[in-house]
């Protein structure tokens, strides 16, 4: 997708409250698809994937859900917690043999105490 | 177990220069890509290696290019530095490389180019 740069969308959340980042991903073929959280000074780190054949995946506190007819992504968070405040980024490989994931732009978590 | 270690942390580099950056996988990982990112562009893949071959590779100019070694270690190299290469570089392992198994990312290489 196009990356907004320095103005990532932002989603601002209380604390204890439940939070949806959303993700709109470009390849119909796509199969398979991961949310990563980064935080400042840090590499991405996986949280959960999903793949094509599924609808909906559970982790804890994580709830992927895919949509392949609108090619949408969602994470939901349950019970935010102040750790989640992090930038948050939708992944699909698109490659056919291997590895080559095309990220989204991201999203930022504020997590409101 | 531990992570993927990525050395340099830093690197000041000047227009003109080259560069090599390091990554060491996690034990027993054999796959390895390289990501860009920068505020403009985000996350952008560069290239995956997996038995010291190139298996896919992104739309970067040949001043980037990359290399695994026999014990999956792996160097990415860039030539005639740009200011606009200015970014933190990513490296990435997977255990097989598979099209549905996850990238587990190190902390990155922080590239600044003057």
């Known amino acids: 997708g196009e990356s907004v740069g320095l103005h990532l969308p932002t989603l601002s959340v209380q604390e204890g409250d439940n939070s949806i980042i959303n993700c709109a991903y470009s390849?119909?073929?796509?199969?398979?698809f991961i949310w990563y959280k980064q935080e400042s000074g840090k590499g991405p780190q996986f949280i959960i994937d999903i793949r094509s054949n599924m609808d909906k995946r559970q982790g804890q506190r994580v709830t992927v859900l895919l949509n392949k007819t609108v090619k949408h992504l969602s994470l939901q968070i349950a019970a935010t917690q102040p750790g989640d405040s992090a930038v948050y980024f939708c992944a699909e490989n698109e490659g056919d043999y291997g590895q080559n994931f095309v990220f989204g732009p991201g999203t930022r978590l504020s997590v409101l105490p | 177990k531990a992570g993927v270690t990525q050395t340099p942390r830093y690197l000041i580099k000047t227009r003109g220069q080259q560069v090599t950056l390091s990554c060491s996988p996690i034990s027993g990982h054999r796959s390895v890509s390289w990501y860009q990112q920068t505020p403009g562009q985000g996350l952008q893949f560069l290239f995956e290696y997996f038995s010291e071959t190139q298996r896919n590779k992104g739309n970067f100019p040949g001043r980037f290019s990359g290399r695994q070694f026999s014990n999956s270690r792996s160097e990415m190299n860039v030539s005639t530095l740009e200011l606009g290469d200015s970014a933190l570089y990513l490296c990435?392992?997977?255990?097989?490389?598979?099209?549905?198994?996850?990238?587990?990312f190190g902390n990155g290489t922080r590239l600044t180019v003057t």
């Open positions: 390849n119909s073929a796509s199969d398979y």
């Open positions: 990435a392992s997977s255990l097989w490389g598979q099209t549905d198994s996850p990238l587990h």
